[in-house]
């Protein structure tokens, strides 16, 4: 590993209390599902891809296909703390005018690879320029990141089978897996049973870890490029809403509504967190 694992916890950290900043003045936004998926943005951004903030479209980058769009806080949060564009710019999310729009826009965020927000669409992207980049014999990385509720969208099998056939080795999809979609948990309304098991038997090189643990995410990114000629899935076993005082443990926290206070209590526990690690 490049990065101390310290390092690397307190880089999440800072991504929580960045996102809380963020959404502060709006008082409301997709925190659930943005706090599901921040250690993988540490992993990524933080240790795995091939990325230069400097320089967002350099052809040979790895690309990032945040497929779960409405989760976008969580992805300009991360890009904000590796310098794509000024900090400050966070405090504007979702307002009129801003570059950081409620769902990912390729056209306006640097950094961000797709515009996104309708589900299911990442999976059909992400392949296609992990074919394309093939076919330029590059040896970039494609990481896909998929909602499990997502994983209800026809689309997504499309992939599922197409991936595989054409022996996309360099694609890295992951999964948040954290039980939850808009209204209730995956199972009551589309059970998705065994997903790691459907996409090994679909032929992709499929893991599990928890998605809550950045070692074992890297410890999974290097497995998966380690794997010649068959996509890579990780399903990631996550709790939504983790990490946030006033969504961690709540029933309904897909879309929420907040004060002030609270988004001040949640960042006061996270900066004490960090003081602890
Ligand atoms: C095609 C499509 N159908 C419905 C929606 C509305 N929608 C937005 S988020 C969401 C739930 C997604 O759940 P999941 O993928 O598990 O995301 P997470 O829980 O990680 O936020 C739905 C149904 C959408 N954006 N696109």
Redesign the pocket.
């Known amino acids: 590993m490049k990065n101390n694992i310290r390092d690397l916890k307190i880089f999440a950290t800072d991504i929580r209390i960045t996102i809380l900043k963020g959404l502060k003045g709006l008082g409301f936004g ?1 925190v ?3 706090m ?2 921040v250690e993988l943005m540490a992993a990524l951004y933080g240790e795995c891809m091939n990325i230069d903030a400097k320089n967002p479209d350099w052809e040979d980058r790895d690309w990032y296909i945040q497929s ?4 976008g806080p969580a992805v300009y949060a991360t890009l904000a703390l590796k310098g794509y564009f000024p900090y400050e710019e966070i405090y504007t999310i979702n307002q009129p005018e801003t570059n950081l729009p409620s ?1 990912c826009d390729r056209n306006k965020t640097p950094g961000i690879d797709m515009t996104t ?4 669409q990442g999976m059909s992207t992400a392949i296609g320029v992990a074919l394309g980049n093939k076919l330029k014999s590059k040896n970039n990385y494609t990481f896909l990141l ?6 209800n ?1 026809g689309q997504v099998w499309e992939g599922a089978l197409f991936a595989p056939q054409h022996k996309l080795d360099h694609l890295i999809a992951f999964i ?1 897996s ?1 039980k ?4 209730g948990y ?1 199972k009551d309304i589309c059970d998705l049973g065994d997903i790691r098991q459907k996409f090994e038997d679909f032929g992709w090189h499929a893991q599990e870890v928890d998605g809550h643990d950045i070692e074992e995410i890297i410890n999974a990114i290097e497995k998966a490029k380690a794997v010649k000629e068959k996509p890579s899935m990780i399903v990631l076993d996550t709790e ?1 809403g983790r990490g946030c005082t006033f969504t961690e443990g709540v029933l309904f926290n ?1 879309h929420v509504k907040f004060t002030k206070e609270q988004a001040d209590e949640a960042i006061t526990a996270l900066e004490n967190y960090k003081e602890m690690l």
């Not at 998929?146 to 994983?151: I, R, V």
């Not at 939850?180 to 209204?183: A, E, G």
């Open positions: 997709h659930g599902g943005s599901s998926m779960k769009g409405h989760a769902h927000g309708s589900l299911g998929l909602g499990d509720g997502e994983c969208e948040d954290n939850k979609q808009l209204d995956c939504k897909h």
